[in-house]
């Protein structure tokens, strides 16, 4: 069976629109007029004004969303342990940090922290003959 359709069909309006409706309220225009010019209910238009005058701004508010699984101790953690070992492995880092999370999260924690840990490869070890070559 598919999912039921959304149960709101509010429109978001960008920022620069809810500006936009707020200069012409503040330029003297009625809410129907507003409404009119830019194509969206008076409602909307006075909702818009009410909540420009509370928040002194038309930025979105960011949603409440899921909570993050690492806290900022964990990952201040997990910044100390790379530190001390550049080349450990996320697993590793897992373990050590003693963590209940997957390896994915703690390289999406970093990837969000700006932090591209790759792991060094491993080399071959040098043979007797590399080391001849060396000294002649």
């Known amino acids: 069976m598919p999912n039921p359709p959304p149960k709101t069909t509010r429109q978001q ?16 225009l009625t809410y129907r007029e507003i409404a009119r010019r830019e194509g969206v209910a008076p ?3 006075g909702g818009i004004c009410k909540r420009y005058r ?5 930025k979105s508010l960011p ?3 899921r909570p993050r699984i690492l806290n900022e101790r964990d990952i201040r953690h997990i910044l100390r342990l790379l530190n001390e070992d550049p080349s450990i492995s996320y697993e590793q880092l ?18 969000r922290q700006g932090i591209r ?3 060094t490869p491993a080399r071959p070890k040098p043979t007797p ?5 060396k000294q002649s």
């Open 13 to 28: 309006h960008s920022p620069h629109k809810r500006t936009r409706i707020v200069a012409l309220h503040e330029a003297g």
């Open 43 to 45: 409602g909307t238009v």
């Open 129 to 133: 003959q590399h080391t001849e070559n």
């Open 94 to 111: 897992r373990r050590k940090a003693n963590l209940e999370c997957s390896s994915e999260t703690i390289k999406r924690e970093l990837v």
């Open 54 to 58: 509370d928040q002194e701004s038309a």
């Open 117 to 119: 840990h790759i792991r």
């Open 63 to 65: 949603r409440s969303g």
